[in-house]
């Protein structure tokens, strides 16, 4: 009976990680928009340069695949968990607006007595309107939905366009130059206010975004928490910019005999990373 119990009490610890992980790239309401501070009048002026060269960038793209790496650090109480996984993300904008999907393997462990490594799949989809999150792991498949906001689009017209976004959240910061792998990217930091934090990942204080100077694509998303320690982060290489993508894959049935759940409001895992 008790390592029934301890069975359940596992596959429900690495359930609420593996769902946590899964949205993570689900896109959400930005919080309000906090009172902007005065800027450093070059600082700001780099800033805007930067976010117009990503966002002119971006412009010229349909369509976008790469390898995600995930990997998150999870404390729920005095349980602690963790995660590493891989997968293939692919976005394509169909009438004006982006769609997704993730397909991903995830591997968990925890602190919790007898839970040891446990595997997840996880599947998540944008059809456009709606967000559908499919985890399945020991023998159990779960599927759990939400909308789609309608401000969920990361790109912009123009840098003011896309600073007036990220200041949603908080202040943002262009930071030093630097390279994910061979691809040197702009690095935006962004100081969350009180009110994002309530969305953000539990006790993260600050987000890193790093876009790929040749295409304007984020390639990276990091949440830190107060000791500057990492959080989560999804990275993204082995980019493909405009490959043929099928638009039925942005669409999604759930498998048969599978209930499909109204995903809750509330503290959401990590920042939108979408590309």
């Not at 007595?113 to 446990?118: Q, Y």
């Not at 969305?199 to 993260?204: E, F, Q, S, T, V």
């Not at 998303?221 to 999804?234: F, G, I, Q, R």
């Amino acid at each position: 009976m008790a390592r029934a119990s301890m069975g359940a009490t596992r596959r429900g610890a690495v359930l609420i990680l593996a769902c946590l992980l899964c949205t993570a790239c689900s896109p959400r309401e930005p919080a309000p928009a906090p009172e902007n501070t005065a800027a450093d009048p070059a600082a700001e002026a780099a800033l805007i340069a930067a976010l117009d060269d990503i966002a002119e960038r971006r412009q010229s793209i349909n369509s976008v695949a790469a390898t995600a790496e995930l990997t998150a650090n999870v404390a729920m109480g005095p349980v602690a968990l963790t995660s590493k996984g891989s997968g293939q993300m692919e976005s394509m904008r169909i009438d004006g607006t982006w769609r997704f999907r993730l397909e991903a393997m995830n591997t968990m462990s925890g602190t919790f007595p007898g839970m040891g490594d446990a595997s997840a799949k996880m599947l998540t989809v944008c059809d456009g309107e709606v967000v559908y999150n499919e985890v399945t792991m020991m023998g159990t498949t779960r599927v759990a939905k939400r909308a789609r906001p309608e401000d969920a689009d990361t790109s912009a017209a123009d840098g003011q366009a896309l600073l007036a976004k990220l200041r949603e959240s908080g202040d943002v910061a262009l930071l030093p130059d630097s390279q994910m792998g061979d691809v040197p990217v702009y690095v935006l930091e962004v100081r969350l206010s009180p009110e994002a934090r309530e969305k953000a990942p539990p006790n993260a204080v600050r987000n890193e975004f790093s876009f790929a100077k040749d295409s304007g694509i984020r390639v990276g998303a990091v949440s830190y928490d107060d000791e500057d320690k990492p959080l989560m982060s999804l990275i993204y290489s082995e980019i493909q910019i405009n490959p043929a993508l099928d638009p039925a894959r942005f669409s999604y049935t759930p498998p048969e005999g599978v209930e499909v759940s109204e995903m809750k409001d509330g503290p959401a895992p990590m920042p939108s990373v979408s590309f």
